[in-house]
Antibody, heavy 119, light 107 residues
Framework: QVQLVQSGAEVKKPGASVKVSCKAS????????MHWVRQAPGQGLEWMGR????????TYTQKFQGRVIMTRDTSVNTFYMELSSVTSDDTAVYYC????????????WGQGTLVTVSS | DIQMTQSPSSLSASVGDRVTITCRAS??????LNWYQQKPGKAPKLLIY???SLQSGVPSRFSGDESGTDFTLTISSLQPEDFATYYC?????????FGQGTRVESK
């Protein structure tokens, strides 16, 4: 059973960067994509992008182009999402989510990381 | 980007009721439509994938259907643990997009 364990809550000032980690266990690291999804307080789910664990190739939604970087470290089975120049609008719970073996669907989810942006 | 329009945004129902939630895609997504359940403070949980396939471990009272660009999630007999928010999501093309969510509340 794949388990995804994310890093703890963060508080950042406007303009700063935040980096969230997602450690994967029992995960076939070189196959299906890892995605990042966020949820602002009281709002719906928003897909941010994905990373190919094998090649490191990324796809980001246009909204975050230039501000988000998704990476992975295969040696420690960990994925990272870094968001720069944060504003109060970036206050949200950030989830990593992994596709299942068949792809095309987010089967495994991390527990979420609350990022609060406040001056 | 493909827009996913989910309706209703909320509904009130009683235990034992049949509940149907609809999701419409702005263009063809074939059957690349998934449904998730989310409870407060928890990560989403996959219920249905590729429009009508039941995820392992999910009760059979949940079902999905597709008609062109219209998709439905049905709960045949609502149980107390089903009060939650439900999201559809398309994985036909990037960026993957979610519906706005449907909150199922107790009447």
């Amino acid at each position: 059973q794949v388990q995804l364990v994310q890093s703890g809550a963060e508080v950042k000032k406007p303009g700063a960067s935040v980096k969230v980690s997602c450690k994967a266990s029992e995960y076939t690291f070189t196959t299906n994509y890892m995605h990042w999804v966020r949820q602002a307080p009281g709002q719906g789910l928003e897909w941010m992008g994905r990373i190919n664990p094998n090649s490191g190739a990324t796809t980001y939604t246009q909204k975050f182009q230039g501000r988000v970087i998704m990476t992975r470290d295969t040696s420690v089975n960990t994925f990272y999402m870094e968001l720069s120049s944060v504003t109060s609008d970036d206050t949200a719970v950030y989830y990593c989510a992994a596709e299942g073996s068949g792809g095309w669907v987010l089967v495994y989810w991390g527990q979420g990381t609350l990022v609060t942006v406040s001056s | 980007d493909i827009q996913m329009t989910q309706s209703p945004s909320s509904l009130s129902a009683s235990v034992g009721d049949r509940v149907t939630i609809t999701c419409r895609a702005s263009q063809s997504i074939r059957r690349y439509l998934n449904w998730y359940q989310q409870k407060p403070g928890k990560a989403p949980k996959l219920l249905i994938y590729t429009a009508s396939s039941l995820q392992s471990g999910v009760p059979s009272r949940f079902s999905g259907d597709e008609s062109g660009t219209d998709f439905t999630l049905t709960i045949s007999s609502l149980q107390p643990e089903d009060f939650a928010t439900y999201y559809c999501q398309q994985s036909y093309s990037t960026p993957w997009t979610f519906g706005q969510g449907t909150r199922v509340e107790s009447k």
